[in-house]
């Protein structure tokens, strides 16, 4: 009995050496990537699967995304924030524009005449962001945060050349304050997110829209329109929008810590200045597709220009004290936009 005891004491160590002695296997991990463009538009082939093609080679194919593009999960474009928040889905690229007022602070970026650079935008914005606007997004873990290139005017039937132009237009806008700014200019905002543009050009709900180039092929947004207006190009932009690539937080702290490794290597400051490079790049292209189909161009010089932002000019204010009564500095919050854009431009 005694020798029975002890043979099977034995098999059982050798059983448990064994089993440790078998490797462990590796965690794999499916991120569910929700996001508003179309699989043809350069957000899904310049950054969204070339980010998912790199965490997944330096992961060993670990880390795979289960791309949704086009809101192909449901809801709107503005639910994308709470859909990454409530673990809803695993990664977005959103506007926080979107839902207006939700996200004040990142709305310096999207006051008028700020910046004409992408690339500088998106470094200057993922610092402002870290200082101030990081606690409006609880629950999720920002990857990059930047801004798109250059944004102008593209209307359906009459040329935008100066600022009493603007009159009696309806004009679509993608956040509050470029809503803000129309009116500032005249004309009366429509505020509608992307995915709804060609729909409300081709019924005549609006007369036209603030867009980047970049965006404007993939939606043949320049088959709808027959006039681009352009901004002097030693100005900065007319507006800019910011967005947003996050993660949900407890999906990011689920992950063991060399996947947490591959995920931190792919984003912050430089990431976002690479994807804000991407932006600039990104003109020469969409703007070809215009011209080749005989669009009219016009740049507002300058001296016109002015006019513009005199009559925009109260935005800044307005923002300064909308961020005064939520307990902020906003003229310092202001100020460190505009100094951080000056510290990046090229």
């Known amino acids: 009995m005694k020798a029975f005891a002890r043979s099977t004491v034995t098999l059982a160590a050798a059983l448990v ?49 289960q791309i ?55 470094r200057a914005a993922w610092d402002y962001f870290g ?14 945060t930047w801004v798109h290139d250059e944004g102008y005017i593209h209307t359906r039937d009459k040329q935008i050349k100066t600022l009493a132009d603007f009159k009696g237009l309806k004009m679509r806008a993608p956040t509050r304050q470029t809503n803000k700014l129309l009116t500032s200019l005249g004309a009366s905002p429509v505020g509608m997110p992307l995915p709804a543009i060609p729909d409300a050009v081709s019924k005549g709900t609006i007369d036209g829209f603030l867009l980047p180039w970049e965006v404007m092929p993939s939606l043949k947004l320049h088959e709808m329109v027959k006039f681009h207006s352009e901004t002097d190009p030693t100005r900065p932009a007319l507006y800019s929008s910011v ?57 507002i010089p300058a001296s016109e220009l002015d006019n513009w932002v005199k009559a925009s000019d109260p935005l800044y204010t307005e923002w300064v004290a909308d961020m005064d009564k939520k307990g902020l500095n906003g003229k310092q919050m202001l100020q ?8 990046y431009k090229k």
């Open 131 to 144: 200082k101030y606007s990081a606690k409006e997004f609880p629950g999720t873990k920002i990857l990059a």
């Open 243 to 299: 967005f947003i690539f996050g993660m949900n937080q407890a999906k990011f702290d689920s992950l063991p810590a060399d996947l947490k490794a591959v995920i931190e290597r792919n984003s912050g400051a430089a990431f976002s200045q690479s994807i804000g490079k991407i932006w600039d790049g990104s003109q020469a292209a969409g703007r070809k597709a215009a011209q080749e189909r005989g669009n009219t161009f016009h740049t």
């Open 336 to 343: 460190d936009a505009k100094d951080l854009l000056a510290k």
């Open 68 to 122: 949704f593009p086009a809101m192909s999960m449901g809801g709107t474009p503005a639910q994308l924030v709470d859909q990454v928040k409530d673990g809803v889905v695993d990664l977005v690229i959103t506007l926080p524009g979107y839902t207006a007022g939700r996200f004040p602070t990142t709305e310096a970026f999207e006051l008028p005449f700020m910046c004409n650079s992408a690339e500088a935008g998106a």
């Open 17 to 65: 050496a064994s089993f440790a002695a078998l490797p462990v296997l590796a965690q794999e991990v499916t991120l569910k990537f929700h996001h508003i463009w179309n699989p043809q538009a350069m957000a899904s082939v310049n950054v969204i699967t070339p980010w998912c093609d790199k965490v997944a080679a330096e992961s060993n194919n670990r880390i795979k995304c």
